[in-house]
Structure formats: C-alpha cells, structure tokens
Antibody, heavy 119, light 112 residues
Framework: EVKLQQSGDELVRPGASVKMSCKAS????????MHWVKQSPGQGLEWIGT????????SYNQKFKGKATLTADKSSNTAYMELSRLTSEDSAVYYC????????????WGQGVMVTVSS | DVVLTQTPVSLSVTLGDQASISCRSS???????????LEWYLQKPGQSPQLLIY???NRFSGVPDRFIGSGSGTDFTLKISRVEPEDLGVYYC?????????FGSGTKLEIK
C-alpha cells in the first residue's frame, strides 16, 4: 500500500525555520517525483516545487525560491521541505504529493502538516 | 503565470442532479508533445486533495463514471451527473503544462 506519512504539526516563531518530512512507503521512492503544495487558511492550493529523488534535481515556483528548500534522502525514502525566515504569511497546511512521470498526475498525497507562525 | 479561473465559486446541487464546473486558462494548456496536462482534484472536508481526472478526460482508477472531464485549449469542464452526498467538497482544476504549475481557485460543491 502506497503511503506518504508527513511529520507532525509545527508551532514556530517568526523569523525561525522549520523542516518537515514526507516518508514514502509501498513503492520505489526513486520512480516518482515528489511535489509540495501550500494551502493557506481557508484558501486554495499553491504549487511550491518538486524534487526528483533519482537525480536529486529540484524545480521551484519562483514565488517560493529562497523560502522553500527541497531535499530527499534515498536511504530512508523520505522527502523534506525546509521553510526559512518564517512570517505569518507562511502559516498554512503543507502537503507532499507523489507525481507519476508516465501518466502525469498526483495520485497519492500526504495528510498535510499545519505550520503556525506565532510569537 | 497561467491563471485558471473556475466558475462558479460555489454550487448548491440537489442530490441526483447534475453539476457542472468550468475552468478557463489564460493560456492554451496543450503542450508541444500534443498532451494537455489538465487535471481535476476534489478536496473533501478535512482531507487531502484526491485525483479525479487527468489529461482532461481520463478518469483515475476507482473514480465513478458520473465524473466526466472535457475541453481543449483554454476551456475545460468537469460534469458530475447524479450528484451523491460523498461528492461534496472543493473541486480544483490544475495545470502542469506551464511552469509554474498552477491550481484553479476552487469550486465548492454543497448539497441542497
């Protein structure tokens, strides 16, 4: 069974950083790209970027360059996203989602990590 | 960035009736390889989004045939025939033809 298990919710101070994880199981980690999506409170969905674990290549939405850093650890089948210099605008739920290269769709999503930026 | 405009913003439908959601793109979504990277996702209350349709009109595994995607170029439609209680939630169109990838603003389906 394919599963993307994300780390727990975070409460962080303004100006700090947070690193969240997305542990993949039930499939070959390097066969799929991993994408990250932001959902601000009561809002829609924004694409942050993607990492291809096989070749450690990343691509970012220009809006999130400098804010998000995507990495992957093939030994533990885990993708990570670090958000830096947090402000209230970063308070949101963040999802990881697997994307199939061949069919091109997000077929599995993590449960989401709620990040709250507050002093 | 490609803007996907969804209409209506919200939709209240009687059980058993049809619902229709429009997604209009600011640019053509047909890629140079001839494929159109347009998908539809449903986010049920309190859940992560789930895939309904990919490549404009292909239903994902397990998606009922009540869900029908159509369109081309810049105009796309998701039709839900015979709406059922489990169809409620927010529907998003999504494009992966142009960088950055973008989602539509969402359409909330409520049951009357």
């Amino acid at each position: 069974e394919v599963k993307l298990q994300q780390s727990g919710d975070e409460l962080v101070r303004p100006g700090a950083s947070v690193k969240m994880s997305c542990k993949a199981s039930g499939y070959t980690f390097t066969d799929y790209a991993m994408h990250w999506v932001k959902q601000s409170p009561g809002q829609g969905l924004e694409w942050i970027g993607t990492i291809i674990p096989l070749i450690d290549t990343t691509s970012y939405n220009q809006k999130f360059k400098g804010k998000a850093t995507l990495t992957a650890d093939k030994s533990s089948n885990t993708a990570y996203m670090e958000l830096s210099r947090l402000t209230s605008e970063d308070s949101a739920v963040y999802y990881c989602a697997r994307r199939d290269y061949g069919y091109n769709y997000f077929d599995y999503w993590g449960q989401g990590v709620m990040v709250t930026v507050s002093s | 960035d490609v803007v996907l405009t969804q209409t209506p913003v919200s939709l209240s439908v009687t059980l058993g009736d049809q619902a229709s959601i429009s997604c209009r793109s600011s640019q053509s979504l047909e890629y140079s390889d001839g494929y159109t990277y347009l998908e539809w996702y449903l986010q049920k209350p309190g859940q992560s989004p789930q895939l309904l349709i990919y490549g404009v009109s292909n239903r994902f595994s397990g998606v009922p045939d009540r869900f029908i995607g159509s369109g081309s170029g810049t105009d796309f439609t998701l039709k839900i025939s015979r709406v059922e209680p489990e169809d409620l939630g927010v529907y998003y169109c999504f494009q992966a033809t142009h960088d950055p990838l973008t989602f539509g603003s969402g359409t909330k389906l409520e049951i009357k």
